[in-house]
């Protein structure tokens, strides 16, 4: 099996919480750093990606986020899909007029019923993302077209989703054969056949999840590991983030119980940095512990390839400690 | 309202809101526990928490009932003799919706007709805002059964806060009048547009839509909402009413965030929406704490100067008694503190940032949870984090 940066999708699904953007971000820059051209795409209204990137919002347009400095370094874009914008260009393909899709879809009942009809959101965003993996590029250098036998290479050489959280997540992918045993026959059928084809083809695709190493998110890891499977899905990568570095080691233990006894007395400036310093290790002690224990159980649950991405101290990550990560995983993304 | 202990006493309804992954589950749980202690028979609905905790409660399966937490099992969180009761329960919408519909059906066949009709089966499992929604049905019904003194919710984690509070109106508008009136037609109801109502004004718009999306659920749909006919009134009369209900005293809102940036924004956003819509607020909760260990006067300045001579800091800990060994640790317990000291400053900042933008004249109720070295998921975890969540005294810490 190819490695994860030769798929043409990757799928991040998890808790929230647990860092999924930030994990995104990172295996978009480490493809980039083996010269891909990647694009992260984001759901919903607020959009993140270009916060840790430090760069201005993308929106449904798309923006540039990181370019290498290296020769042979590829591009990391971001694009945010909204319903509303995936539905109006979805639309307007279909019916060409804008008239007709304003009086449609931005009509108050009608957009009840579009608010309310079952997967329609993410059917259109699907077949958005279906659309861009298959994109070819507008004016390939000559030099490609040569390397690539005369055709046209994709856009995008990777399209990172950055999925919504656990619940919300499965609906997604949920709906391509849900519309086809929905609608037997035309264009609709197909079109979610082809999303299917996408989703469901291991070599092309490949279902990730970011957890944290702690109790809820694993258990959410693992559940989402077998509706994903039982749905179909190609399990690829559990990538545990901010695990904690192994700082201290357990005969460590005895002596900071012992330097406990001996630091200067708690009511000097120097005895309370001192025990500070001592609590501090042990609760990052007592926090490594756990995530080796909560890794443990997921290693016993999922036989699925796993990463860990170590804890970073910074309050909010920026491109330096992307970069940092993206380093961090080259050599573990084989 | 200075303290939670206060809004445990006054009020019969606290609404724990905030993003994903931020510890609304056991916020919900702690405050739970507290009441049940202090002599108030509380229940807390959740939606699904991790197993442990669910275990740890006694709640093994997804019931949609309540379930009591023996007094046995509250004792490993130190209380021994609960004068309260502490009941807890797990949300399951689908099962909700289904009871609505039972309750409202005129017929059993209306009921069936319903249950058994596709898009019902969509929306009642599926549909993004169902769930929340069903939530605040079932903190309506129990509300009204009037077996609980307090009752706390936990709501679901939505990464677009805004969706909670719409989601009643967004879920009635489905129901509204006029939908019903395009729906509601024979030819409609066949799937197929008769002649005659292509002139009307809807009627296009839905071939439009079919075109497009060649969802074949406009018949389920016309069936559905005809099904509902003659209970849209009990429907709507409801959804006003659970909307009422928690903007009345007696309900309070506790937002719930932790000290990262993304979810402090997200607060700051979700703390607007809750004073535009009027809802009754009760305070912050801002769990995950890194706390400063160096406010001791002089204490930073010491700190300073031990980083860079470190046979200072190496006296302070007394480690030339324990030789070589403790000498090497030395030097990555500075390092190690010094992380830790910088996130503190970190959170501290973001919780500054957090508290310019809500509450500038400090007005409101702060609480705050230190970031645990484990996790927690059982009882006595619970506790840990009411006796923060109640240490009482001045706003924040």
Redesign the interface.
Known sequence: MSGLLDKRLLIFSG????GKTVVSCAVAVAAARKGKRVLILEY???E?VP?VFGAKKAGYEGARMWAGERKGDGEVWSMRLTPRDTLHE??IR??KFER?YH??FE?R??K?????????NE?VVMGKIENLSGERMKKPPKKLLKENGGEVPPEWDLIVFDA??T??GM?FF?VPKM?MA??KV????RKAEHMWELLSDETRTSFNIVTLA???PI?ETIDLHEASKQLGLPQGTVFVNAVYPP??AEE?EK??H??D????PLDT??????R?????????R??QR?HEDQIGRLAQALKLPRIELPFV????LGPEEIVGLAKELEGKLA | MTSLTELIETKRILVCVG????GKTTTSAAIALRAAGMGRKVCVLTI??????ANSMGLDALGNKETRIPDDRLKTAGIARPKGELWAMMLDTKRTWDDLVDRFAKSPEQRDRILGNR?YQ??SG????S?EFMAMEKLYELHESGKYDLLVLDT??T??ALDFLDAPQ?MM??M?E??IK?FVNPSLKAGKLGFGLLRTS?AW?FK??E???????LAD?GEFVEGFSGMYGGFSERAKRVEALLREEKSSFILVT??????VE?AIYFFGKIQEAKIPFGGFVVNRIHKD??T?S??KT??KK?RKEPA??L?????S??GK??EA?AE??????Q??Q??AE??A??MEHLRAETDPKQKKLWRTVPHF???V?DLSGLARVGEHLFADGAPGE
């Open positions: 808790k929230g919480g647990v919903g209204e607020d993140r916060g979805f639309v279909q019916v007709v009086a449609v009509n009942v009608m009840y019923f579009t608010t309310a009809a079952p997967g329609l059917l919504p959280a619940g919300h609906a949920k519309t929905m609608v035309g264009p609709l059928h702690e109790e809820m258990n700082m201290f460590d002596i900071l012992q330097l006894e001996d630091a200067e400036v120097q005895g309370v940095i001192a500070a310093a001592l609590d501090a290790a042990l609760t990052a007592g926090r756990l101290f910074r309050p909010r | 993003s994903g992954g931020v699904d928490p991790a197993k442990r905790l898009y969509q929306i599926a549909l993004a805002g769930q679901p984690p990464r677009n967004k508008g489905i509204d006029s939908v395009l809807g718009m439009v839509l075109k497009v999306t060649g969802f074949q659920v749909m932790s000290p990262a940036p993304s979810t997200e260990a160096l001791m002089g204490a010491e700190w031990m200072l800091f006296k302070a800990l007394g480690a008694k324990r060994a403790a640790l990555r317990l500075s390092e190690n503190f992380a830790f910088a996130l970190m959170d900042e973001q070295e484990l996790d998921h």
